[in-house]
């Protein structure tokens, strides 16, 4: 008996979510070594959690595609900048990465959508769920930061108001 498996198409597609999903959170792991390393506990923690919910989500695509039975390899990830010039330039870099994911699951679900597979399309409502709330979330902290003098004191006064 022939086992089905996914169409070669979308399993490119869910190869680049995967990759990513990898690269996001090696760059959560390196921003959290760096507030941690500076000064920021509480940022320190969010960026670590962040970093395990990019994983948890790398997780989520290689079980889709091991039980589709899709032999893979894991993606090559870059090294991220692990120092930053002040706690802003790490949050304006997540903002990025974040929005960067939103549009690629965006464009991931509309290809996956005009092939037809509802099922696949279907599996990636979470993704793009969690990267709209992600983008708000990043959004809100930089709004918060809008206009304020870029110190380590301030950033420090409002750390709780942002990472709460």
Known sequence: MKLHTLDSKIVELLKEGLQH????????????????NVGYKLAGE???????????????????LTDWNVFFVLPKVDIPIAKYEDLQEAIEKSYSV???????YEKISN??????????????????????M???????????????????????????????
């Open 21 to 36: 999903e990898y690269s996001a959170h090696y760059l959560y792991r390196a921003i959290s070594n760096w507030t941690t």
């Open 46 to 64: 969010y960026y670590a959690k962040e970093a395990e919910d990019e994983l948890s989500h790398a997780k989520k695509i290689e079980v889709f």
């Open 98 to 104: 974040e929005y960067a994911l939103y549009e690629l």
């Open 111 to 132: 290809e996956i959508f005009k092939m037809g597979d509802t099922c696949v399309f279907d599996f990636l409502q979470f993704f793009r769920g969690v990267q709209t």
């Open 134 to 164: 992600s983008v708000a979330e990043y959004s809100t902290m930089l709004n918060i930061l809008d206009g304020v003098e870029r110190t380590k004191l301030n950033f420090l006064l409002l750390e709780e108001k942002l990472f709460e």
